[in-house]
């Protein structure tokens, strides 16, 4: 066994029960028995995955859990716990990852032995004064380490997005960003070490002027912050525009990597009834653009938006659309199905128009006549296709 490599028995888990714990570069695994249950933290001991009885759990930041797991039909499962449960269930797993530290007695666990309920209380407000919010990311960046050079997005009119109605646009300048990296540098500590991309948030980072970019760049590098694997943001279709082919060819070798674009439906009449700017066509021409440029492009369609009325055209405008995109190998085309949220704007259009929403098989059905219509731009290197549940987001 490797000196990473560690096993105890605790009494009431009995001696056909060992706990092993490895010690990697950037997580802690914690093996109860020879499957599971089964713990990850990050180097700061925070809570990265659980696998208990057949079901998945992850803490977010804010110290809300949310619960996975697969039903009838092998159905995807999910359900946020309530405070009381994600408390029994934390205090538990790090009542048992304390005594397995202290048992071991390897200095690089004790990180483990500083987590209780009133200690993940206090870091969840810790977090919030570090962050925004951080609303939504695409699945591919759950694991980016966050830096928010702009709070809310430039537009925040679309009929079916709240992620950002709490807060106006802001773009933060270089000093702010500064105090920001020290800030989300300290609430890391050396969990750093799991982050592996960067992602500018919130929406439309990339919206702000060169100048205020390049002084973020500035920033990033001194701080030492910019990982191999580069950086990530979201932009809309009309804002691509703003910048230009040189701008967009400085920005890749800086280090953008790949944005992400809502398309959400290439029938244009749906994206009016949305109150989205722009057309499908713009997608294809902000899409083309980036990828000439050497940055490459996510797609995001939204599955089921436009009920029953607009089923038909989405699924047509969807396919031509994505049809026309050079997307290829490194490119990801993502497919959301969309939540109403009682109170929205989209549910109150939606009823207005006499919408039926669709059933979640229909939604399933409408995706797989999208995916089933596409022909990649480059047959040999297709884009990466994906599910984005909205409802699995958690930071
Ligand atoms: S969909 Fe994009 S542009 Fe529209 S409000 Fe949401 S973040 Fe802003």
């Keep these: 066994m490797s000196r990473d490599t560690f096993s105890c028995a605790l009494p009431e888990l009995g001696s056909d029960r060992p706990v092993t714990v490895r010690i990697r570069p950037q997580v802690i695994n914690l093996l109860v028995g020879a499957e599971a249950p089964s713990y990850s933290f990050d180097l700061s001991g925070r809570l990265i995955g659980a696998f208990v009885a057949g079901r998945n759990y992850r803490r977010g930041f804010d110290n ?142 990339l919206v702000a002027p060169m100048p205020r970019i390049r002084g973020w760049l500035d920033v990033i590098e001194e701080a030492r912050l910019l990982p191999a694997a580069g950086i990530y943001s979201f932009i809309d279709a009309f804002d691509v525009h703003r910048k230009t082919q040189a701008d967009w060819a400085e920005l890749a070798g800086r280090g953008v990597r790949r944005v992400y674009i809502g398309l959400e439906t290439g029938d244009d009449v749906l994206l009016r009834f949305l109150r989205k700017p722009g057309s499908a066509s713009d997608v294809v021409d902000a899409v083309t653009r980036l990828k000439a440029a050497g940055v490459a492009a996510s797609a995001i369609v939204m599955t089921g938006i436009g009920g029953d009325r607009y089923a038909a055209g989405h699924v047509t405008g969807t396919v031509a659309a994505l049809n026309t995109l050079p997307l290829a190998a490194g490119d990801i085309v993502y497919f959301s199905p969309f939540v109403d949220h009682p109170g929205s704007e989209y549910g109150q259009l939606a009823r207005e128009a006499g919408l039926r929403a669709l059933t979640e098989v229909e939604v399933a059905a409408q995706e797989a006549a999208i995916r089933a219509g596409l022909r990649p731009y480059d047959p040999a290197h297709p884009p990466q296709c994906s599910r984005y549940d909205v409802r699995e987001f958690i930071y």
């Design 64 to 205: 809300r859990v949310l619960e996975k797991w697969s039903g009838a039909n092998a159905a995807r499962q999910r359900r946020w716990l309530s405070a009381a449960e994600a408390q029994t269930f934390l205090t538990g797993l790090y009542d048992l990852a304390g005594r397995v530290a202290g048992q071991v007695g390897d200095l690089r666990l004790a990180v483990l032995r500083k987590w209780d309920w009133p200690a993940l209380q206090a870091d969840a407000a810790r977090f919030a004064q570090v962050y925004r919010p951080v609303s939504i990311l695409p699945p591919d960046q759950y694991l980016a380490l966050v830096l928010q050079a702009t709070e809310g997005c430039s537009y925040n009119r679309c009929a079916f997005c709240d992620f950002y109605r709490d807060r106006p646009f802001r773009v933060k300048s270089p000093d702010e960003l500064r105090a920001h990296i020290e800030a989300v540098r300290a609430f890391f500590g050396p969990a750093l070490a799991l982050r592996k991309s960067l992602f500018l948030a919130d929406a439309n980072a």
